[in-house]
């Protein structure tokens, strides 16, 4: 059996090894093999962007080598997919290389589009990636005062980020002495500040505990650059003197161009992982058009249920479990502070006080990821 994971971030890294360590013996036996594509030899651990774009790791921190996060019986090619024919189990690469499959993971995950918006990417700091995180620090050490608008576009990776640099502006300009000097107000698409309800309800106080300014159905439609202004899409309209964003995201360009879902996202069974249509077709993570969080904890336990059924397939000819949900997300509010939203398809969030402890377990498990996503956690 040919298993093709194409994507070495958090899901497709995770489906892999523990794939590999529950196939030991049929790969020793030459009954199976694991192949994973990426288009880097490098796995980033992308929550720690937001922590250097307040200065509080260095971009080296959050790279390993790919290769050294893989159980050593995965065939594993720097060699991004470039085209998915599901029709006859073959995908090729930018390489030229075909790949054929029995079981294929989509593991291609998401990316920021911040020029569906004119004017966003010029005119805006975020912290998506690495280059635009340490613009973000850079931009935050020079500012000496005024307005901060912070605005939101759905869909987007980590939906829990809005609030969380939110409660990082407030406690970055108050250890820097000028928090009475900045306004921030916090702008979010729908009619509540956050697309959970039980996260909109325990953030709403906080914010105005903080002093902290919001407006909801505020739609981003473009950015004035010249004269620092943010206009909606619903007619309203902020001067700025800092803008922070979380772009709108897609799914993979390689999903569109192969016509397997609209905007990048695969139409996925909730429970099974499946791709609609497709029996021999997984989709984890990011990549999915689930009604979850695009997080790392989502991906993580979809990975578990997809690894689990792929050597249970192979073992005994059928899946033995299913993907209820669960999604665990921290909540980092403010520099020493956290708590965590835990839920699943039928159970939302119960919010608890912030608290140190938590705060000191997510910094804690900055370290963790690196084992958690060989799947040894």
Not at 136 to 148: H, I, S, T
Not at 233 to 255: C, F, K, M, R, W
Request: aromatic content about 10%; overall charge negative; proline content about 5%.
């Amino acid at each position: 059996m040919k298993i093709l994971v194409v994507g070495g971030g958090t899901g497709g890294t995770i489906i892999a090894n523990n794939v590999a360590r529950r196939l030991a013996s049929e790969i020793s036996a030459g009954k199976a093999g694991i192949t994973m594509l990426s288009d880097s030899d490098r796995h980033m651990y992308q929550p720690g962007l937001m922590y250097v774009a307040f200065g509080q790791m260095m971009p080296d921190e959050l790279y390993r080598d790919q290769a050294s996060l893989l159980e050593s019986s995965i065939d594993f090619h720097v060699d991004p997919a470039e085209n998915f024919d599901l029709d006859n189990n073959r995908v090729t690469t930018a390489s030229g290389r075909t790949h054929d499959y029995d079981i294929l993971v989509i593991a291609t995950g998401s990316r920021i589009m911040p020029k569906n918006i004119p004017g966003l990417n010029e005119g805006s700091e975020t912290f998506y990636t690495e280059e635009g995180a340490i613009k973000m620090f850079k931009a935050l050490r020079e500012f000496e005062g005024g307005r901060v608008a912070i605005v939101v576009g759905v869909p987007h990776k980590c939906p829990i980020a809005p609030v969380e640099v939110t409660f990082s502006l407030h406690d970055y300009f108050k250890s820097r002495g000028i928090r009475d000097k900045v306004e921030i107000k916090y702008h979010y698409p729908i009619n509540r500040i956050h697309s959970i309800e039980n996260v909109a309800a325990w953030a709403e106080p906080e914010f105005r505990r903080m002093g902290v300014e919001y407006e909801t159905l505020f739609n981003v439609e473009e950015v004035d650059v010249e004269n620092k202004i943010v206009k909606s899409l619903e007619g309203t309209e902020y001067q700025y003197d800092l803008l922070i964003s979380i772009p709108e995201h897609n799914g993979a360009e390689v999903i569109i161009n192969s016509e397997l879902g609209q905007d990048g996202w695969i139409p996925t069974d909730r429970h099974t992982l499946m791709m609609t249509g497709h029996d021999n077709v997984y989709v984890v993570g990011d990549t999915t058009d689930l009604p979850v969080s695009k997080t790392g904890s989502a991906a993580h336990f979809q990975a578990e249920v997809i690894a689990e059924n792929i050597a249970s397939v192979i073992k005994i000819g059928a899946p033995v479990t299913e993907y209820n949900g669960k999604v665990y997300c921290f909540i980092e509010a403010g520099f020493d502070k956290a708590t965590y939203a835990m839920f699943n398809y039928d159970f939302p969030p119960d919010l608890k006080e912030p608290n140190k402890s938590m705060h000191w377990f997510k910094v804690s498990y900055n370290k963790m990821y690196w084992s958690s996503v060989r799947g040894l956690l």
